[in-house]
């Protein structure tokens, strides 16, 4: 049976090359619309002016559960930007002498082989469309199951889900939890705010209320959080269907294959051991953007029962090599993120 691979060799990296100006144009965006909801919200809907007792505990109860909410959904924001993405483990990368005898031959089939023999010592079990070892050649390295190369960050992330420019970073093993979670409360925001001034919107509009300056921002606080609340709904309720079957964005558009085949279920755990692939196995961090342990390996997946060919295994015209049991991980095997993992 394969050896568990060593975690200590899991680092984020400590920069992810620029350009990316268009993620650099959204943060700023995304802080004025925060900032936006976040003055009119309590000052117009929470404290009126002048006091009015009859309002002040509704008013405080508004207060109290909108900056609950807020501060939920600028923790998981940051912790989405500031969470770095995880690059392959140095043993992924090729040596000198390999990638010197792969980059000096000429005939494809023979390159297929050198890749297929430097494989057989990794826990790599997908295979590109025509059955060949998944390479990066901008990062010379053999590719993990379920790590793609990103052209934003010009490098290779570990289960790459996509490139967010609202976060400026790459979504995948760090930082998947931070961002659905980042989708929920975002979801809540919108949600709360435009439940708290409908009513408000219909005083205005019955001519119950005459403030003209609260009511420029009660409508616009309703249209800001409607708009995004129907953006984020298809959006978030799309990420949930992918957790629920294990599965990434990139593999969701291209099955992930196998020596066998193709897949699109090939991680497919059962709903319960798919949210603890994302969450973590303690129920009760669920809903908060803290690192926990991950029941998962971002090196190798692969769906609870099935038992694939050993790597280098031909697809044709070759014996088949006996199958193996692909090891099965454990919270004690599982990644433990670090403080260290995350920015500022």
């Known amino acids: 049976m394969p050896s568990v691979p060593a975690l200590s060799g899991w680092a984020a990296q400590p920069e992810c090359p620029q350009p990316r100006s268009t993620g650099q144009a959204c943060g700023p965006s995304m802080g004025g619309l925060t900032g936006s909801a976040a003055w009119p919200q309590p000052r117009v809907l929470c404290i009126p002016a002048p006091p009015q007792k009859s309002r002040k505990g509704t008013g405080m109860a508004y207060l109290i559960v909108f900056h609950v909410i807020f501060v939920l959904f600028v923790w998981t924001y940051w912790k989405s930007v500031f969470t770095?993405?995880?690059?392959p483990?140095?043993?992924?990368?090729?040596?000198?002498?390999?990638?010197?005898?792969?980059?000096?031959?000429e005939r494809p089939e023979v390159q297929r082989q050198i890749l297929v023999e430097i494989a057989r010592k990794l826990p790599v079990y997908t295979r590109t469309g025509n059955g060949a070892i998944r390479f990066?050649?901008?990062?010379?390295?053999?590719?993990?199951d379920r790590c793609h190369h990103c052209s934003v960050c010009a490098m290779c992330v570990l289960k790459m889900d996509h490139h967010c420019p609202w976060v400026n970073n790459c979504v995948g093993?760090?930082?998947?939890?931070?961002f659905l979670l980042f989708l929920m409360y975002s979801l809540l925001y919108c949600m709360y705010i435009a439940a708290t001034v409908f009513k408000y919107v219909i005083k205005y509009w019955t001519d119950e209320l005459t403030?003209?300056?609260s009511k420029f921002h009660v409508l616009f606080l309703l249209f800001v959080a409607?708009?995004?609340?129907?953006?984020?709904?298809?959006?978030?309720?799309y990420h949930c269907w992918l957790v629920s079957r294990n599965r990434s964005t990139l593999e969701a558009f291209s099955a992930p294959v196998f020596q066998n085949g193709p897949d699109k279920n090939g991680f497919n755990l059962g709903f319960v051991k798919n949210l603890q692939q994302v969450f973590g196995e303690e129920k009760k961090l669920w809903l908060l953007p803290i690192c926990a342990a991950l029941p998962g390996c971002p090196y190798t997946w692969r769906r609870k029962g099935d038992v694939p060919l050993l790597p280098g295994a031909a697809r044709s015209g070759a014996s088949p090599q006996p199958?193996?049991?692909?090891?099965?991980?454990?919270s004690r095997a599982g990644l433990k993120c670090l403080d260290a993992a995350s920015g500022p």
């Open 226 to 237: 409607l708009m995004f609340f129907l953006s984020l709904m298809f959006l978030f309720g």
């Open 84 to 87: 770095l993405p995880l690059q």
């Open 323 to 330: 199958r193996i049991p692909l090891p099965r991980w454990s």
């Open 173 to 178: 093993f760090s930082n998947y939890k931070f």
């Open 89 to 105: 483990d140095k043993k992924f990368h090729m040596s000198y002498a390999d990638k010197e005898r792969y980059e000096n031959e």
């Open 136 to 144: 990066c050649d901008r990062c010379q390295l053999i590719k993990p």
């Open 211 to 213: 403030n003209g300056r």
